[in-house]
Every structure is written in C-alpha cells, then in structure tokens.
C-alpha cells in the first residue's frame, strides 16, 4: 500500500471528518464535534465499503488530517463572528471547509517519529519507501520535527520542516527599508 498512489486513503479521512463534523453542527455555531470528539468517533466509524478509513494511514499521520480540518473550522467561525461585528472588512461571508474530492490528494504530514532522514540524504517513511533529499549538504536535518508532503496536480511537494539555531547579529546602527505601495 504507497501513501502516494492511494488518494482516497488520504482525502477519505479528511473527507469522512468533514462530513460528520458539518453534520454535528449546531444551528446556532456555539457548539461542534471538537478534534477530540472527531478523532475518538472515526476511530470506530467504518465507510461504505466497511473499513475504517482512519486506520489507513498511520494514526498520527491520519491525527494530523483532522487537527488540519479543526484548525480550517475554527478558523470559519472566527471569521463568521468577525464578519457579523465587521461586514466592511470581507468581500464576502466566511464559507465552511470544502469536501474533498474521491480523487483529489490531501496534505500529509508525518512526525518525527513516523518518519527517518537517514544520513541526511533521503526521507524514509516505511522500510520500502526511501525518498531523496535534494540539496542535502547545505542543510542539518538532524533535528527535523515534521514531513509534508503537498499535493499538486501533476506532482508532489515535501517541506521538512526542522530546527534550526539563530545566529547572533552584531547591530552595526545601519538600517535600510522600502515601503512598497
């Protein structure tokens, strides 16, 4: 089974999250499943074909997809409140997260104890699927916190997105700037 030749694996979690959100809602919007609620719920709910779409993917990997979903909910209904105290500020009213398509790709994102970056050259996500890291020397992948992996049309994008240190500059009093307008 490959995370990448699979789309329903990873929109169906997405999409069966959605669904079962946007039918618990309450007219009012004060109260809606909250991650916690969804994620205990599709740990048990079969599809139609009778599987659990949640235990297609690995369970924090598929934790990940409905944290996303949750975030893109609450984001709607700070922005619905906003837009009943300011209407001038949107063009339009807030509209609630879309379904996802039978074919169409979701983003993955895999942790750091899902997922290995082996010697700093190539991404590991199961013991069969070894992906190359481009640029590897530039970069110190070492202490990486997460793997995403973003669907386009025609390909597939990975942001890893790792720890870096900052370094100290030394203030020299010389400040530059531009406003664009």
Do not use: W
């Not at 929109?11 to 909250?34: A, G, M, P, V």
């Not at 895999?110 to 590991?124: G, H, P």
């Not at 013991?127 to 973003?150: E, G, N, T």
């Amino acid at each position: 089974m490959s995370y990448f030749k699979e789309p329903i694996q990873r929109s169906s979690i997405f999409r069966k999250s959605n669904s079962t959100r946007s039918t618990n809602l309450d007219e009012t919007e004060k109260s809606y499943l909250s991650y916690y609620d969804l994620d205990k719920l599709l740990k048990t709910k079969p599809n139609l074909e009778g599987t659990v779409n949640y235990k297609l993917l690995p369970a924090q990997t598929a934790q990940q997809c409905i944290r996303l979903l949750d975030k893109s909910y609450s984001s709607f209904f700070k922005g619905i409140s906003d837009y009943k105290k300011h209407p001038s500020k949107y063009n339009s009213i807030p509209k609630c997260p879309k379904y996802k398509d039978k074919d169409e790709y979701n983003l993955l994102v895999f942790t750091n104890q899902q997922a290995n970056i082996k010697q700093n050259k190539y991404i590991q996500l199961k013991a069969s699927l070894h992906i190359p890291v481009p640029q590897s020397d530039k970069y110190d992948f070492s202490s990486f916190k997460q793997i995403r992996i973003l669907p386009y049309k025609d390909h597939v994008k990975i942001e890893i997105i790792y720890e870096r240190n900052c370094i100290d500059f030394k203030d020299n009093k010389r400040y530059a700037s531009i406003d664009l307008v």
